[in-house]
């Protein structure tokens, strides 16, 4: 069974920074292409960015609001990617759901139960 | 204001058949495959179809996805009390360089 567990969401004032963590199992992480999603009550959901997986060259693709101030990264050896979100601003508050796939070839086969980030001051 | 744009509700009765519609352009739904997802309440979304028109396994097939042009369909046929959820499209978008959503459509099983 694939399991995607998301950790790490919090309270943090707006300019702060949080890193979340969502650790996978059940399937073979290191050839997952892994995407962050959020999804706030006004906005809906909102790809946040992607990691390829190392063989596919394991480049970084980021949506507009973010770039510049989250980062993607992996560790296969831990099964776990990760969300490092610097600056944050108010409008970053939401629900973070980490996913595999590619939208294209495979959609978003699985998530993760989520993790809330609250950007207040 | 979401990249596509679908139906904010839609409803049917037990045994009916549903579609909902989402709309694109021809950086997204246009030059791209459609991805439609099940969010029940209180849950993450669930991949329902994938490449316009392929079921995950598990996924039952009254549960069918279609393209044509700029737009595309869910269609949900036999409706059951156990489908009322938000259902959401979504297509990588050439322009913005990721994917895109649509704002969700709740349906509601009468």
């Known amino acids: 069974e694939v399991l995607l567990a998301e950790s790490g969401g919090g309270l943090v004032k707006p300019g702060g920074s949080l890193r979340l963590s969502c650790a996978g199992s059940g399937f073979t992480f290191s050839n997952a292409w892994m995407n962050w999603v959020r999804q706030t009550p006004g906005k809906g959901l909102e790809w946040v960015g992607r990691i390829k997986s190392k063989p596919d060259g394991g480049t970084t693709d980021y949506a507009a609001p973010v770039k510049g101030r989250f980062t993607v990264s992996r560790d296969d050896l831990k099964n776990t990617v990760y969300l490092q979100m610097n600056s944050l601003k108010i409008e970053d508050t939401a629900l973070y759901y980490c996913?595999?796939?590619?939208?294209?070839?495979?959609?978003?086969?699985?998530w993760g139960q989520g993790t809330l980030v609250t950007v207040s001051s | 204001q979401s990249v596509l744009t679908q139906p904010p509700s839609a409803s049917g009765t037990p045994g009916q058949r549903v579609t909902i519609s989402c709309s694109g352009s021809s950086s997204n739904i246009g030059s791209n495959y459609v991805s439609w997802y099940q969010q029940l309440p209180g849950t993450a979304p669930k991949l329902l179809i994938y490449?316009?028109?392929q079921r995950p396994s598990g996924v039952p097939d009254r549960f069918s996805g279609s393209k044509s042009d700029t737009s595309a369909s869910l269609a949900i046929s036999g409706l059951r009390s156990e489908d009322e959820a938000d259902y959401y499209c979504a297509a990588w978008d050439d322009r913005l360089s990721g994917p895109v959503f649509g704002g969700g459509t709740k349906l509601t099983v009468l």
């Open positions: 490449r316009n028109n």
């Open positions: 996913t595999t796939g590619s939208i294209s070839i495979t959609g978003f086969d699985y």
